[in-house]
Nanobody, 119 residues
């Protein structure tokens, strides 16, 4: 099992910055990919950024150049640095991890952290 706990959300003015953290515990050694998703009210959950073990990083187009995903292996923590925030970035942000074990895929989610951006 893998447990993910996010922190760092809050209220920020447009143009400001926030850093989200995701502390991971459990069987993290077998994780093959880490990501951040978000879900705004009335909208579907969408992928924001993904970090694979290759390593390879992907961002959704709307956050490229503004958001940075990175991981501190020593702290077993995933981060999402969000700069130049826009009102449309407001959402609940979820940490995500995926691993493969004996041919099966296992997905893990954090509880979410709210990001509010005022215009």
């Amino acid at each position: 099992q893998v447990q993910l706990v996010e922190s760092g959300g809050g209220l920020v003015q447009a143009g400001g910055s926030l850093r989200l953290s995701c502390a991971a515990s459990g069987s993290t050694f077998s994780i093959s990919g880490w990501g951040w998703y978000r879900q705004a009210p009335g909208k579907e959950r969408e992928l924001v950024a993904f970090l694979s073990s290759n390593p390879n990083i992907n961002y959704r187009d709307s956050v490229k150049g503004r958001f940075t995903i990175f991981r501190d292996n020593a702290k077993n923590t995933l981060y999402l640095q969000m700069d130049r925030l826009k009102p449309e970035d407001a959402a609940v942000y979820y940490c995500y991890a995926v691993r493969w074990l004996q041919g099966r895929q296992y997905e893990y989610w954090g509880q979410g952290t709210q990001v509010t951006v005022s215009s």
